[in-house]
Each structure stands twice: as structure tokens, then as C-alpha cells.
């Protein structure tokens, strides 16, 4: 079965930090550009960051950029996104994704086939 699975969200206060995971079973991670989502109450999906295939490509979106580190680790498999000062607005459901690109990564929904049900990540005081 596959599957990609987010972990690492919780409750953090204005500043701090967290770091995103992703994981999967059914599929070898390392063979997918992976890209990071976030559905921020009152607006629509947004491409937060992206990786590709080989770790040498990054994109990340401007709202995050400075804040948001993305990385992979192929021997654990795993794609991580570190998020730093973090801030209110930041608050919302973070998923994974996993896409077949040959080149590059992408923060287009639509280039990723396989996503994770979601992280909870909330910023509050």
C-alpha cells in the first residue's frame, strides 16, 4: 500500500521552531521529487517548499523563504522541512507530496501523485 506520512506538527509560540517529516511506505522516497503544502484557514493550497530527486534542487515560496529550510536524507528515506521563526499566520495543515519529475521539484499541487493526510501545525501564544 502506498503511502506518504507527515509527522512533527504540534503547538509552538511566535518565534520558535519545528521540524516537518516525511516518510513513506509502498514507494522508495528517493526516487520522487517531494514538495511541501500548507491549507492556511481562509485560503487556498499553497506550494511551500519543494526538493528534488537528488537533494540539489530547492524552491521555496517567498512567504517562507529565509524561514523554511527544506531537505532530504536518503539513507533514513526522509524529507524534512525546518521551519524557524515561526509566526501566527504560519498556522494551518502542512502535507507532504510525492511527484514523478525527472528535473527539478515543483510547489504545483498538480505535479505530485502520492500526498499525506496532514500535519497540524499550530502557531500561538
Known amino acids: 500500500q502506498l503511502q506518504v506520512v507527515e509527522s512533527g506538527g504540534g503547538l509552538v509560540q511566535p518565534g520558535g521552531s519545528l521540524r516537518l517529516s516525511c516518510a513513506a511506505s509502498?514507494?522508495?522516497?528517493?526516487?520522487?521529487?517531494i514538495g511541501w503544502f500548507r491549507r492556511v484557514p481562509g485560503k487556498e493550497r499553497e506550494g511551500v517548499s519543494c526538493?528534488?530527486?537528488?537533494?540539489?534542487?530547492?524552491i521555496t515560496a517567498e512567504s517562507v523563504k529565509g524561514r523554511f529550510t527544506i531537505s532530504r536524507d536518503s539513507a533514513k528515506r526522509t524529507v524534512y522541512l525546518q521551519m524557524s521563526s515561526l509566526k501566527p499566520e504560519d498556522t494551518g495543515v502542512y502535507f507532504c507530496?510525492?511527484?514523478?519529475?525527472?528535473?527539478?521539484?515543483?510547489?504545483?499541487?498538480?505535479?505530485?501523485?502520492?500526498w499525506g493526510l496532514g500535519t497540524q501545525v499550530t502557531v500561538s501564544s
Open positions: 507530496a510525492a511527484g514523478g519529475l525527472n528535473f527539478g521539484c515543483a510547489t504545483a499541487p498538480a505535479s505530485y501523485s502520492y
Open positions: 509502498g514507494l522508495d522516497l528517493d526516487a520522487y521529487a
Open positions: 526538493i528534488d530527486r537528488r537533494g540539489g534542487t530547492t
